[in-house]
């Protein structure tokens, strides 16, 4: 056997130590309140351990049902401890106390619960006592205490301050909440927006993979959706969610294609955020005149996912107004027909949330100013101005009074949703730990409370402010409390904004977000996606590095990527590397140095493309002197992912000596692609005429010795030959034989007389 490390063992006691007390932590706390409860319970201040060591000890304490005191009722509260030292922590006393002072002001709020060390004489009314009990090392002790009616019946409608004391003496530490007394609903109504909206990606869109975690159950896009079910909340739903599972077709993941079918049947009132729910603030600061767009989703098509399908039909208006603004817009692009018959959906099909209730613009918390506001508000979308969604940090009434959810800003219309209800809400939706979420809950009632305080006829609007993710348990309880604030009901924007808006100014500092620094970033893509648009002037279809390139810089500029600023610092950069790499895809392949030996020949040079797409190109060659004449402009077709070949002719009017081409690409429409590759080219021409010579007098040569060897070899021929050699004629019967003497008379006919000679005598 394998023995087992002495510290590893150690760490696993001390987990199994501590496992029985948090069980019974937590069944003392199932036991002693309702469900409900649980899910509302809160984190307060941290503060050293009594032990004096470097280990720190946390103690919080969050009232039941959002902090709401229901009259005639008992009010639960529940207070927990965690022990992060090396040492057991005995039992102790809990003391809770609260004040028949209320706080009254925005202000008293955030400072009550933010004070690291709570004033005692805040709370003079002692409402309860409990224990928790002892808290093994690295365990959990909580308890829950019970504040009696009777001892807050008489406390006026209001927010007041709840203090808990843990332990005694110099031991002791205090945990701080809000207990809110409810008074008079008002007639105001009460809207609460929900995004839809997925974690930041650096893609164009999310992928099938990404989809299916996402939607399924336990995923952050289920999570949203289950939240809002059967509630009244307003969706803000990101249309490159729904276009990522609509380009899909039959190959989106199951439960994707559930997840729209949910979203497309639920009643809600909603409107769409910016495609990737790109940052407003920076494009306008970046020196846009309006926001991005993506103009097609087409190079995310494939054909066979269509086939047999039937393309979703256009949006359809909700309202007479949605119906006239409808006919009077530009009409809807018909589906286009893919080979093989599939139609495929358009840029409307793919990007449709359901009925919409108009076009509401919303930028990031603390991220406009009046310049931003100003500009959204001239824009015109379907001949109506959009109305801007803005915190109430940003905006300053004029009258002085609480602003009202309803208003307008240099004319041009907004909604104000409360900043620290919000926050709050927002805090209780990505809590997985109940007394987190707790303690949030009752701040965004106190919140939520003073509002309608001080005007109990406007109207409260509240968001959950773009989580970076959720808790499945914390966004339904903060969507189900975001809905029922101050003891209203929410109901849609339509109810928000039926009276006369009041008037506001826009006080926001822009700067203090970092807006200019992502306009910086922004300015940077844009121009990288302008070399781009150039560059993809080589490709049949421009479209499929331009719409991809779009849709990544919205989705680069996702108001999600706020939280995570190191991981969007590194999404930039990727996208910056990899669009250098697309630049790059294309180019001449350096030659080596080149030796011209002819007076004319053609050159052969390699075009690599590295892109999955062919491509046409233009190999301009320019010699650097007149000596050379070289075809200047060569047409390349290029194939995907290959290198192509080149034949440039060259001719040279000089026997010898150095000269160089510059190569450059450009596309057809003569926009230069990489830069330019020089090409050193040595010419030896002479060597042509001096080869020929050579040629010739190897050439003469060999007719010469041919001629000398037949003739000697006809000479030894000869020579061979005797000269009294027989003639090749038979010998006649007269004549004597070889062995006998030759009496043969020679001719009396002179030497070389070949003439006949008459026989017998003439008379």
Do not use: C
């Not at 150690?10 to 199994?16: D, I, N, S």
């Not at 996402?214 to 959706?225: E, P």
């Not at 730990?433 to 509002?451: G, H, M, N, Q």
């Amino acid at each position: 056997m394998t023995p087992s490390h002495p510290v590893s063992a150690r760490h696993r006691l001390r987990r199994l130590a501590a496992v029985p007390a948090l069980l019974a932590a937590l069944l003392a706390v199932t036991l002693a309140a309702p469900a409900a409860a649980l899910e509302r319970m809160a984190t307060a201040a941290t503060v050293p351990a009594a032990t004096g060591d470097a280990s720190t000890m946390t103690f919080s304490v969050a009232p039941a049902g959002a902090g709401v005191v229901t009259a005639g009722q008992p009010l639960a509260v529940a207070v927990s401890a965690r022990n992060a030292t090396g040492s057991t922590i005995p039992a102790a006393a809990v003391r809770l106390s609260a004040s028949v002072r209320p706080l009254t002001t925005r202000a008293d709020v955030r400072d009550w619960l933010a004070a690291s060390t709570a004033d005692p004489a805040r709370t003079e009314l002692a409402v309860g006592t409990g224990e928790i009990p002892s808290i093994v090392p690295l365990g959990v002790g909580s308890a829950n205490l019970t504040i009696d009616a009777a001892t807050i019946a008489g406390l006026a409608p209001g927010v007041y301050p709840l203090r808990a004391d843990y332990g005694a003496d110099a031991s002791a530490m205090t945990a701080v909440s809000v207990l809110v007394v409810s008074g008079d609903a008002g007639t105001g109504a009460l809207g609460l927006v929900v995004p839809i909206t997925a974690p930041p990606i650096a893609d164009g869109l999310l992928s099938a993979a990404q989809l299916g975690d996402l939607t399924s159950s336990g995923g952050s896009l289920r999570t949203q959706l289950d939240a809002v079910v059967g509630t009244p909340a307003i969706l803000a739903v990101d249309p490159a969610v729904v276009a990522a599972i609509r380009v899909l077709g039959i190959s989106a993941p199951a439960s994707a294609t559930q997840w729209l079918a949910d979203l497309m049947a639920l009643p809600n009132e909603r409107f769409a955020l910016q495609f990737g729910d790109a940052d407003l603030a920076a494009q306008l600061a970046s020196g846009l005149a309006t926001p991005l767009t993506v103009t097609t989703l087409a190079p995310y098509l494939t054909a066979s996912d269509f086939t047999g399908l039937t393309p979703s039909p256009a949006p359809t208006p909700t309202t007479a107004a949605d119906a006239d603004q409808a006919a009077a817009a530009t009409p809807t692009p018909t589906p286009s027909t893919a080979p093989g018959g599939s139609v495929l959906p358009t840029l409307a099909q793919l990007t449709d949330i359901g009925p919409r209730v108009g076009t509401v613009l919303w930028p990031a918390s603390g991220s406009v100013d009046a310049g931003t506001v100003s500009t959204l508000g001239a824009l015109t979308v379907d001949d109506a101005s959009p109305i801007t969604l803005v915190d109430s940090a940003s905006v300053a009434s004029a009258s002085g009074q609480a602003t009202p959810a309803w208003a307008s800003a240099d004319g041009a219309p907004v909604l104000v949703y409360d900043v620290d209800a919000s926050r709050a809400l927002t805090t209780a939706a990505t809590s997985d730990v109940a007394i987190t979420r707790a303690e949030a809950l009752a701040e965004a009632s106190a919140f939520a409370a003073l509002a309608v305080a001080a005007d109990p006829t406007a109207p409260v609007l509240v968001v959950l402010d773009r989580p970076a993710d959720v808790s499945t348990v914390g966004d339904r309880a903060a969507v189900v409390q975001g809905t029922h604030l101050a003891g209203r009901t929410a109901s849609g924007l339509s109810a928000i904004t039926s009276g006369g808006p009041a008037t506001v100014s826009i006080v926001g500092e822009a700067a203090d977000t970092g807006t200019a620094t992502r306009a910086a970033d922004l300015s940077g893509l844009l121009a990288g996606e302008e070399e781009l648009t150039s560059f993809a002037t080589i490709l049949t279809d421009p479209a499929v590095i331009t719409a991809p390139e779009r849709a990544s810089i919205l989705q680069l500029l996702g108001n999600g990527w706020l939280s995570q600023p190191t991981q969007a610092a590194a999404a930039l950069s990727a996208h910056r590397t990899q669009t250098q790499q697309t630049l790059d895809a294309v180019a001449v392949v350096p030659p080596s140095d080149i030796t011209l030996a002819a007076t004319s020949a053609p050159l052969t040079f390699s075009v690599r493309n590295d892109l999955p797409w062919p491509v046409s190109l233009e190999l301009i060659a320019t010699p650097n002197d007149p000596r050379l004449i070289v075809q200047n402009t060569t047409l390349v077709e290029a194939g995907p992912s290959q290198s192509t070949r080149v034949q440039v002719p060259v001719q040279a009017r000089v026997g010898s000596g150095e000269s160089s081409l510059a190569l450059q690409l450009r596309s057809t429409s003569s926009v230069e692609i990489g830069g330019t590759v020089p090409v050193h080219v040595t010419v030896r021409a002479e060597w042509e005429s001096v080869g020929v010579a050579v040629m010739a007098t190897l050439i003469a040569a060999l007719i010469v010795v041919g001629i000398v060897r037949t003739v000697r070899k006809l000479r030894r021929r000869a020579a061979s030959t005797p000269a009294d050699a027989p003639s090749d004629s038979t010998p006649s019967d007269d004549q004597p034989g070889d062995d006998a003497p030759s009496n043969h008379t020679p001719s009396n006919d002179a030497p070389g007389d070949t003439s006949p000679k008459e026989e017998g005598t003439h008379a």
